[in-house]
């Protein structure tokens, strides 16, 4: 167990649809990473936040949006929902949002675009 | 921009035997370099990490890398392989200085035969 905590596990929806994906970071960790892991992309960053702030942008589509909250949780919105979108989404998080920190993965939320 | 390479989609061993997983990175400098784990329905789990230093780096679970600049490399090894480390692995590089974000290999899934 990582000690960051993701929900659901599990999400079906219609294209078109809007979900949010919820992480709970570890206790003490600032920065929070989002990730998606698809058959044909790999493992693809999403987003980082630290401490409330946006610190880097990877391959996240304009349909998709991220925020952290005062209490570090953070939450991915991914609205217009196309097939293509199916996939695990992980979040992670660490104690920095410098280089060499060690980051620690939730189990992730598998996402089913029917 | 830098990127890593892991030539080898799957891996078939026999347990007890000794395991080698490569892995090349493409990156102007020394990187920071990484191997992580995920286990079937799991979150990624950080195995060993190279910052500087000795080049040979051990992690949990009887895993080992060796950082080879000449060849770009970091290979993960282990000597006597469980039929527990069947799992997916991944060689991931980070960028020195400004804020870290890794770039992940496409993994390599292991196989393990009683």
């Known amino acids: 167990d990582s000690g960051v905590t993701q929900t659901p596990k599990h999400l079906i929806t219609a294209t078109g649809q809007r979900v949010t994906l919820r992480c709970s970071p570890r206790s003490g960790d600032l920065s929070v990473y989002w990730y998606q892991q698809s058959l044909d992309q790999g493992l693809q960053f999403l987003i980082q936040?630290?401490?409330?702030?946006?610190?880097a942008k990877g391959n996240i589509l304009e349909r998709f949006s991220a925020q952290q909250f005062p209490d570090l949780h953070s939450e991915l919105n991914l609205s217009s929902l196309e097939l293509g979108d199916s996939a695990l989404y992980f979040c992670a998080s660490s104690n920095s949002g410098e280089v060499g920190y060690e980051q620690y993965f939730g189990p992730g939320t598998r996402l089913t675009v029917t | 921009a830098q990127s890593v390479t892991q030539p080898d989609i799957h891996i078939t061993v026999s347990e007890g035997a000794s395991l080698e997983l490569r892995c090349n990175y493409s990156y102007g400098a020394t990187p920071y370099l990484f191997w992580y784990v995920q286990s079937p329905g799991q979150g990624l789990q950080l195995l060993l990490k190279?910052?500087?230093?000795?080049?040979l780096v051990q992690g949990i679970k009887g895993f080992e890398a060796e950082f080879k600049r000449s060849q770009s490399s970091f290979n993960l090894r282990k000597p006597s392989v469980h039929w527990s480390d069947a799992a997916e692995y991944f060689c991931?590089?980070?960028?020195?200085?400004?804020?870290?974000?890794?770039?992940f290999g496409r993994g390599t899934s292991l196989i393990v035969h009683p």
């Open positions: 991931a590089v980070g960028a020195r200085g400004g804020s870290y974000i890794p770039t």
């Open positions: 936040y630290y401490n409330g702030e946006e610190r």
């Open positions: 190279y910052f500087s230093g000795d080049t």
